[in-house]
C-alpha cells in the first residue's frame, strides 16, 4: 500500500481543479483498506472515498486521506435460463461494465451507458437515465465498515434507495467503502423506451447494440466529454414540486413538462429552470453553464473549485427567486 503525502487531486476529478490531499492511497483490494484502519499513523485521519471522480466538486485542499477506489473484477456467479448474477468490482469504470453487458446480452442497465463515475458509485446515487434507475437490477451491495473493521452485505431493500439517494449517501456517508456490487440482469429483451428521446425507435428491429448506441449519440449530442472539458454532469437534480405549484408555472410558461411522481407530486427538468433563468451559455471567466444544456456546469482553466460553487449558489438563488424552487446539488462538493 502507497501512501501519497500533499498530493494534487489534479487527475482524480473530472473538474480538474487542482486541489490537493494530505494523504491519497490507492485502494485495490479489502486488505488496503484494512491495512489503513490498523494503521496507528493515519487510522483517525478524516477520510474520502471517491471514485473516477466524476461527481464531486473540491473546493480546497483536503486536510485528511482521500481513498482512491481501484478494486477491480467482474465475476458472472449465478446464470438460469431468466436471469444472471455479476459480481463487479466497485472501482470498475461504470460504462466499461455496461458494454460488458451489451456484448454478452445482458439486459437492464442499457439505458444507463455513457454515464460517468465507477461501480462503486452506482448504488451510492442510484444513478438513473432515460426511464431505468440502478435499484431495479442491484442484489447485494458488499462494503467495508470504515469503523468496525469489517465486511457487510447490504441487500435492495437495506439500501433504502430514493430518487439519486441511498444510505450509503446519507447516514453512511464515507463510513463505507463499496467493495462489490451484485447485479442481476435479465437474458431476455425488456427495452424501456418511455422518454421522448427513445419512442420514435423502431420496437421490431432494436437491439442492445443499436439500443446503446442511440443513447450514446443522444449524451454526445448534450454533454461535454470531460476529458475535454472540466465538468461532472449534471451539477443538480431535478426537482420534485407539488401538483399544484407545478400547475401555477404551467399557466405561466406552457412549454413546461414533468413526469408524475406519485399521486401529487411531479418531477420538473433543472436544466429547463435554469434555462429559463438565463444561466444557458454564460461564461464566467474561466468557468460557466455549458451552452447545449443548462445542467452542466463547465471548467474552461479554473484551478479552484470554489468558483464553481459559487456559481452554482448564484444559479440556485436564481431559479429559487424565480420558480420559489429550491435546487439540490447532485454533485459532491467538497
Known sequence: ?????????????????????????????????????????????????????????????????????????????????????????????????????????????????????????APIQNIGAYGVEIKDFIDNVIVYDLEENKEKIYNRKSCCFEYRNSIFKKNKKNKYFITHVDFILNKKPNYILSYKELKNLDKDRISLKSLRDEIIKIRNSKLPNPKILGNAGSFFKNPIITQSLYNDIKSEYRDISGYMMGENNIKISAAWLIEKCGWKGKVLEKIGVYKKHALVLVNYGEESGNKIKNLSEEISKSVKEKFNIKLEAEVKIV
Open 1 to 121: 500500500m502507497n501512501i501519497l503525502q500533499d498530493s494534487s487531486l489534479l487527475n482524480f476529478n473530472s473538474f480538474g481543479v487542482n486541489h490537493k490531499s494530505k494523504y491519497l492511497i490507492i485502494i485495490e483490494n479489502r486488505d488496503d483498506i484494512s491495512n489503513i484502519i490498523n494503521n496507528k499513523d493515519i487510522r483517525n485521519e478524516k477520510k474520502l472515498i471517491i471514485g473516477g471522480g466524476s461527481n464531486i466538486l473540491f473546493t480546497k485542499d483536503f486536510d485528511g486521506i482521500v481513498l482512491v477506489n481501484k478494486i477491480m473484477g467482474i465475476d458472472k456467479f449465478y446464470e438460469d435460463e431468466n436471469i444472471v448474477k455479476i459480481k463487479v468490482g466497485s472501482g470498475e469504470n461504470w460504462d466499461e461494465f455496461v458494454s460488458y453487458c451489451v456484448e454478452n446480452s445482458y439486459y437492464g442497465v442499457e439505458n444507463l451507458s455513457l454515464i460517468p463515475g465507477s461501480v462503486g458509485a
